[in-house]
């Protein structure tokens, strides 16, 4: 199975900050990543597919980029409703897989 | 509105077996492949199963293959997940999710229902 890394693992940020996640896959996957913000108690909602193409409804602060094994998820100017836990996906091949996780905390 | 609805995660023995339902409205359910997706408590996101459009397909994940099946009945407009042979390591909160095409090859979900929590404890 394809292996996906996130990184960093968590940290502090301040509203009004950017921010970069960043994923990386053990082996190509083209375009194939989708970006997805869970916040505590609720379930997954998708930000982003095909690395940078924005979920229809996501505001445009989110953004995303990358192709092969090394993507980025960036917020500009972040607000208080986007402290949360972030999630990349292959779907290259099956199966599918997540990294492990981004947790956004208010500094 | 996109709903997905799941029912039927209790506390189950090991060795056990359960039954997932996910009640679908608000699209046209036969049109789109459907995965699970389960969480760990206080843990990430890990893929267990997609069924296709026609129920022709499905993948699972090697961690379950061989004891869960999924499936599906268009005309209820209802996903399912058949687990056999429950370990402690199945305790999770299960989620539907829906596809963005028929097939699910080189797609991803797109919308998530709320999950149902599965315990597995003697």
């Known amino acids: 199975a394809i292996r996906m890394t996130q990184s960093p693992s968590s940290f502090s940020a301040s509203t009004g900050d950017r921010v970069t996640i960043t994923c990386r896959a053990s082996?190509?996957?083209?375009?194939?990543l989708a970006w997805y913000q869970q916040k505590p108690g609720k379930a997954p909602k998708l930000l982003i597919y095909a690395a940078s193409t924005l979920q229809s409804g996501v505001p445009s602060r989110f953004s995303g980029s990358g192709s092969g094994t090394d993507f980025t998820l960036t917020i500009t100017c972040l607000q208080s409703e986007d402290f949360a836990t972030y999630y990349c996906?292959?779907?290259?091949?099956?199966?599918?897989?997540f990294g492990g996780g981004t947790k956004v905390e208010i500094k | 509105e996109v709903q997905l609805v799941e029912s039927g995660g209790v506390v189950v023995q090991p060795g056990g077996s359960l039954r997932l339902s996910c009640a679908a409205s608000?699209?046209?359910?036969?049109?789109?492949?459907m995965h699970w997706v389960r969480q760990a408590p206080g843990k990430g996101l890990e893929w267990v199963s997609l069924i296709s459009w026609d129920a022709g397909s499905t993948y699972y994940v090697d961690s379950v293959n061989g004891r869960f099946t999924i499936s599906r009945d268009n005309s209820k407009n209802s996903l399912y997940l058949q687990m056999n042979s429950l370990r402690a390591e199945d305790t999770a909160l299960y989620y539907c999710a829906k596809d963005t095409v028929r097939y699910g090859s080189g797609s991803y979900p797109d919308f998530w229902g709320q999950g149902t929590l599965v315990t597995v404890s003697s």
């Open positions: 082996q190509g996957i083209s375009s194939y």
């Open positions: 996906q292959q779907y290259y091949t099956y199966p599918p897989t």
């Open positions: 608000g699209f046209t359910f036969d049109d789109y492949a």
